[in-house]
């Protein structure tokens, strides 16, 4: 599975904001982003459903942290970073990407 997943597109017409924000932060980031179907990526490791805000280990352990933010935090990378900055608990200010707006809250 893992090898056809790296043979899958990163972006497919049609995607949520949020399938977009993910790939397109994971990018940022420099980490090791597949697309294992429609509706999820594995980042760095971990498999991620961006619309849902699942998280899980390769070992199909659910994390509690949810959504972008969450696995931000486990990773240790900064949700926001390269031109947006807080603006608000749940908004950003345009600068790197603006798919990133209003996508997720804010801890």
């Not at 940022?28 to 899980?56: A, M, S, V």
């Not at 608990?89 to 600068?95: H, I, P, T």
Request: proline share 6%; aromatic share 8%.
């Amino acid at each position: 599975m893992k090898r056809q997943s790296k043979e899958r597109p990163l972006r497919q017409p049609g995607d949520s904001r949020k399938m977009t924000a993910a790939a397109d932060w994971a990018e940022h980031h420099n980490l090791e982003i597949y697309r294992t179907t429609d509706y999820c990526y594995q980042i760095e490791g971990y498999n991620f459903w961006p619309d849902k805000g699942t998280i899980q280990t390769e070992s199909s352990k659910k994390c509690s942290e949810r959504g972008l933010a969450g696995l931000a935090d486990i990773l240790k990378k900064p949700l926001l970073e390269g031109g947006l900055s807080t603006a608000g608990s749940n908004e950003v200010e345009v600068g790197f990407a603006p798919s990133l707006l209003n996508v997720w809250p804010q801890r």
